[in-house]
């Protein structure tokens, strides 16, 4: 790239930079009355009904305890095994297989349908929300008002608050029954507003996507998103295996992809010292505590979780759940 078209780049993203802090700076700026007023014609402009904007956004503040939470979010250090020990503990190991025993027809069906496994379903309705029990009690839309208003996330938050608003215009859940956490992440599936509009299905048929009371809809909705990102119904999402002696720990990296084969010659086995599968899935190492801790091959499913949260730690709990609760 010649130095002028370098340097032209690097300019106009500078004032990219300066505009969208500019803009989220503004934002504090004026009372949050008047920034409300601007939100709202902007969301009549994109079609949403004055009688949704009435219900939703008439009589609402700013939320104190969602501002604290939000800078007070833990930057503690957590390792790997405690992780996994908190969320994949052997109390929500048995709920899950209740749960998968008790819905298994309803989870066949789905199964078919969009060609995901029913423990993967059981095991992130699981994680997300311990099957229901943890949702959160934040109105959605003050919630997302204030972090819009804040100023530090802006522009993301306020069309994750634009996007609510879509959604309580199409019917699918009344404003005061709009109620997740404090970041915004809705019902049992704890969906972003935009998760939802992409993902959120009506399993049931009774009109309305309701990821918050309708279990059909909440296990629909999270197979449908797996689905739509890439999943693969003959294939599991990676297990834990045993290193060789002097393994090359460069080698543990998600853009490094061996057939497994390649992998069972470098000397990788199962933790119980067995051959791998013969199957030859592409495949990577995943070390999440480095060398000193557990190893992981992983397949195509295990980058599909990570489209559902960009974390290691994340997408290996919610495999390890789904591996228990089928019993293995």
Known sequence: MKVAERRRRLWLAAIAALLVTAHAASAADKPFAAWLE????????????????????????????????????PEFTITFTEYLTRVVP???????????????ALLDDIAKRYGVQPRFMVALWGVESDFGRVTGDFSIIQALATLAYDGRR????????????RILDRGDIEPRAMRGSWAG?????????????????????????????????VLASTANY???????????????????????????????VKPIGQWQALGIRRTDAGDLPTRQLDSSIVLPEGLSGPAYLVYNNFRVLLKWNRSNFFAIAVGTLADRIEGD
């Open 38 to 73: 601007e939100l709202r014609l902007e969301a009549a402009e994109r079609g949403i009904s004055k009688a949704t904007l009435q219900a939703a956004l008439t009589g609402i503040e700013p939320l104190p305890r969602v501002l604290e939470l939000d800078r007070r979010q």
């Open 90 to 104: 052997g109390a929500r190991v048995e709920k899950g297989r209740e749960r998968l025993r008790e819905s298994r």
């Open 154 to 165: 802006s522009a993301f938050f306020r069309q994750e608050l634009l996007n609510a608003l």
């Open 185 to 217: 992440a809705m019902g049992q599936s704890q969906f972003m507003p935009s998760s939802f509009l992409t993902f959120a299905v009506d399993h049931d048929g009774d009109g309305r996507r309701d990821i918050w009371t309708t279990r059909a809809d």
């Open 226 to 256: 797996l689905a739509k990102s890439g999943w693969r119904a003959d294939e599991t999402w990676g297990r834990p295996v045993r290193l060789p002696p002097g393994f090359d720990a460069s080698l543990a990296n998600l853009d490094i």
